[in-house]
């Protein structure tokens, strides 16, 4: 559309760049009248501000976003973000650790959890093995 900001077209090429143009495509199949404002805020906020910074990689925010995600219980997200780390250069061992940090300062319910969903995750795209995941 013509009227988007620069703000969101850089929001869009990072969105791209970490989720998969998949995922975005689909988020914005799905998009309607009632929640347009809504992509536009994400693309925009999280998107073209938060995740756009020069101030840490695109890795570290991975590792920050999977740790926030999993201590506030959001498992949809954690399963997105964890499967993102394949562009974002998180590597399992990373997911691991942050996920450690869960356990101590957010709980172990919460990190038992989320160590769950990145299992399965990282299994279902080959970056764990069959006994790495315990499936």
Known sequence: MSDESP??????VTRRSVLGDAHVDGALARQTAFDADF????TETAWGDLWSRPGI????RSMLTIALLAALGHDE????HVRATAN???SPADIR???MHVAVYAGV??????FRI??????KVGRVTREESGA
């Not at 997200?77 to 997105?80: G, H, Q, W």
């Open 7 to 12: 703000k969101y077209r850089q929001g869009m």
């Open 39 to 42: 992509q536009t805020l994400i």
């Open 57 to 60: 990689s695109r890795r570290e």
């Open 77 to 80: 997200e954690v399963a997105m």
């Open 88 to 90: 974002t250069g998180a």
């Open 97 to 99: 650790e942050a996920l």
């Open 109 to 114: 319910p919460a990190a038992n959890r989320a």
């Open 118 to 123: 990145a299992r399965e995750e990282l299994a």
